[in-house]
């Protein structure tokens, strides 16, 4: 932590001798260390000449810690969703490059949020995944279906890729995930942005619905989910559980 720190403050990197001289340690040693850090990638090594810079690593656990506050509410939202619609509610995250159940609540247990940090979504047919694959950057969304190729997973569902192609196409444009799944289920997925912009999460809803819905009442339980999502910022479910979020919000028939 301490070459993190120096090369922090060097502004142009060290080179492996300041290191060692700064840390007062041998070459040697100072050479395991930053091989450490460059392969977790809290380092960079330039050539020609060889110097050690802040690597993506840093920059990433800088953005995961301003983002604390706002993850914090993941759960108090996931209560009050579940709370304004006879649903699934479930928060996934990407982590490790799987899309996980970070929070969840089941209709079978109302009020009951389950936590898990490796409960991953299966890919393709889940609100949260298709989600997540919308409105990924490209590198993420292409690295994860290499992981979980179309005609494994996704055929069976989707018949074709150009037809999941031209479903996430109309998820970007419209900045949400709707969906009448075959298994009779209504589906709505919302992402869950930084205030910088950054992809934080995804919101999964899913109804069973034992009837055929009307148009108006899909546009209902998605704007419930948009509205939902959209109040993070203003702090509104710091409160656990969703008590502040209950009075600011008026209750879905």
């Not at 800088?62 to 914090?72: I, L, N």
């Not at 997973?153 to 419209?174: H, K, N, V």
Request: net charge positive; glycine share 8%.
């Amino acid at each position: 932590m301490k070459i993190v720190d120096l090369v922090a403050l060097s502004g142009s990197g060290l080179t492996l001798a300041e290191i060692a001289d700064a840390l007062d340690v041998k070459r040697p040693t100072a050479f395991n260390l930053t091989r450490t850090l460059v392969a977790h990638r809290y380092l960079e090594k330039t050539t020609r000449p060889v110097r050690f810079l802040l690597g993506p690593g840093v920059l990433e656990a800088a953005e995961a810690w301003r983002h604390r506050a706002t993850a914090r509410q993941f759960e108090g939202l996931v209560r009050f969703l579940a709370a304004q619609i006879n649903a699934t509610v479930v928060l996934a995250e990407p982590l490790g490059g799987e899309i996980v159940a970070v929070h969840l609540i089941e209709t079978n247990r109302p009020g009951i949020v389950q936590h898990s940090a490796t409960r991953r979504l299966a890919p393709y047919i889940h609100a949260s995944t298709l989600c997540m694959l919308a409105f990924w950057p490209a590198a993420e969304a292409g690295a994860y279906e290499s992981r979980y190729p179309f005609h494994e997973y996704g055929a069976g569902i989707w018949g074709t890729e150009e037809r999941l192609r031209r479903f996430l196409e109309d998820a970007r444009q419209r900045g949400h995930v709707a969906w009448e799944a075959p298994n009779s289920r209504f589906l709505v997925g919302v992402p869950v942005y930084s205030k910088e912009g950054t992809l934080l999460a995804a919101v999964g809803v899913s109804i069973a619905m034992s009837r055929p819905w009307s148009e108006a009442e899909k546009a209902g339980v998605l704007r419930t989910v948009v509205d939902g999502v959209s109040r993070l910022h203003s702090g509104a479910y710091t409160e656990s559980p969703a008590t502040s979020a209950a009075r600011k919000a008026p209750r879905r028939a």
